[in-house]
């Protein structure tokens, strides 16, 4: 029913969203969405097994937008097929970062990505018996992605390039998902530790309890980043920060990664140092334009063609357990959105 009720409610942003990965893989990886999607089906042994409630939502979801499901399952692992797979590589970034100090429990995000996709997002409200209510921004047809939970567990994703892909592991927007349903920080990162996530990502989790969890992911291993912008703060952006198995010498392919990651700690240390942090400021380091066009509040760059944008910005207080998003870039926001997911419960 609620892969039924999504697929439903957004059916043209669902058709548009395929459109959208139809062009890019074609142009990124020369792959038709035919195989594409033969390509996505190699995860269903591992899903109808060890996840058959997600693969159940996702024919849902396929039914209710009028799609084929081979679809539906090819975005909810497209980072899979992108970053695995692809050929040339597209200019992504997002910057994270959490915050855990003065009684408060930030978790926020820039999500960047291709302009024309704005359009297909949208925000999805989750309700399900004996689980955590859900509130979270994805982009339509895809089931888990950044938002929080009614018990305060949040999640935000960092794009990571490497080569490489496992199919019987979770997905990465799947892997947000599972975050998403854990009744704890310490327990959504022990259910991803188990799993595995099928291809390089960075996960943040964090609760209103205590300091946040960086999970940086890859085929190989699942590994802790804790405090690596001071104590209670955890920040990230593209790039791996700490070792992996089978990566003596991983890529940086986001050249601004580096300089956004030291932004954001600088920004982090001068709102530390006037006083008690708050969401306000936790916004305001989300504006900032330092290294324009490729800064943490991120605009197109107009001399390169395929280039990505901010196109939301989150600051989820997750000991009031409410998110506010701003659509498209923060400086010039386009809309305002608050998430609550306690008030989905009946």
């Known amino acids: 029913q609620i892969g039924l009720t999504h697929g439903r409610a957004a059916a043209a942003q669902v058709a548009s969203c395929i459109d959208f990965y139809r062009a890019f893989f074609e142009r990124s990886a020369q792959l038709g969405w035919e195989r594409v999607c033969e390509e996505a089906a190699k995860f269903l042994p591992y899903l109808g097994r060890e996840w058959a409630g997600y693969v159940e939502e996702m024919r849902g979801l396929a039914e209710g937008a009028g799609q084929p499901f081979l679809s539906i399952l090819a975005l909810n692992v497209r980072t899979e097929i992108a970053y695995g797979m692809e050929k040339k590589k597209e200019n992504d970034g997002c910057t994270a970062l959490s915050y855990y100090a003065d009684g408060s429990a930030y978790l926020a995000q820039n999500w960047d990505w291709l302009p024309s996709q704005k359009a297909n997002l949208v ?203 701003r659509k498209g870039r923060p400086v010039r926001a386009e809309g305002e959105l608050l998430l609550k997911p306690a008030s989905l419960q009946s």
């Open 123 to 325: 925000a999805c409200h989750v309700a399900q018996p004996g689980k955590p209510c859900i509130s979270m921004i994805t982009e339509a047809g895809i089931i888990g992605k950044i938002g929080l939970n009614d018990r305060g567990v949040g999640v935000t994703l960092n794009a990571i390039r490497a080569v490489g892909v496992r199919f019987d592991a979770l997905p990465t927007h799947l892997a947000l998902r599972a975050a998403l349903e854990a009744g704890s920080r310490a327990q959504a990162a022990e259910k991803l530790e188990a799993a595995g996530v099928a291809a390089a990502c960075h996960i943040l989790v964090a609760d209103g309890s205590g300091p946040a969890i960086g999970l940086e992911c890859t085929t190989k291993d699942v590994v802790r980043v804790e405090d690596n912008g001071g104590p209670g703060c955890v920040v990230h952006t593209n790039h791996f920060l700490v070792p992996h198995k089978g990566l003596d010498d991983p890529c940086i392919l986001w050249k601004d990664s580096v300089p956004r990651l030291e932004r954001i700690k600088v920004l982090v240390g001068q709102a530390k140092a006037k006083g008690e942090v708050k969401m306000e400021d936790i916004e305001l380091m989300l504006e900032d334009e330092g290294g324009f066009p490729t800064s943490i509040c991120r605009e197109v760059d107009p001399k390169k063609e395929w280039t990505s944008s901010t196109l939301f910005s989150i600051v989820m207080d997750l000991k009031r357990g409410e998110a506010r998003v």
